[in-house]
């Protein structure tokens, strides 16, 4: 799967299903996500989508601590949960990973500065209601 198939059949399906309109995406700097615009897959379809791609600056802790922190929960908690000599191909990992992106995103409360111990799908749902508030004034 690359980060176009992902982008196209999870991310953009969410956001349509919240009638919320991508403008701008974040990534870090990995291969996956950079390249020439008319010759990288993912730049391509970016620019088709009229979305503006911003990357993570190198050392930033605003934008990569978050990150960063995010992907060490995740490489630590499923991996705990699921030894790796476990798995016989990618999938079943990827299903696993799934389910627990969902309780991570859902379930699990968060308690930085942002979250303030709800889930990031609560913090998400709020702010949508609090643009279409101020949106509507």
Do not use: W
């Not at 897959?41 to 993570?56: S, V």
């Amino acid at each position: 799967m690359t980060a176009v198939d992902i982008f196209n059949d999870r991310l953009l399906p969410f956001y349509e299903e919240h009638e919320v309109e991508v403008e701008h995406l974040l990534t870090d700097n990995v291969r996956g996500f950079r390249g020439r615009e008319l010759h990288h897959r993912f730049e391509r379809y970016l620019a088709i989508n009229k979305i503006k791609h911003r990357r993570t600056e190198v050392r930033s802790r605003e934008t990569n601590g978050l990150c960063e922190r995010f992907h060490r929960t995740v490489k630590e908690r499923p991996y705990r949960c699921f030894p790796q000599d476990a798995y016989e191909s990618v999938d079943p990992l990827q299903r696993d990973l799934d389910v627990y992106l969902e309780f991570y995103n859902r379930e699990r409360c968060h308690h930085g500065y942002r979250t303030k111990g709800r889930t990031p799908y609560q913090v998400f749902l709020e702010g949508r209601k609090q643009l279409t508030q101020q949106l509507a004034v």
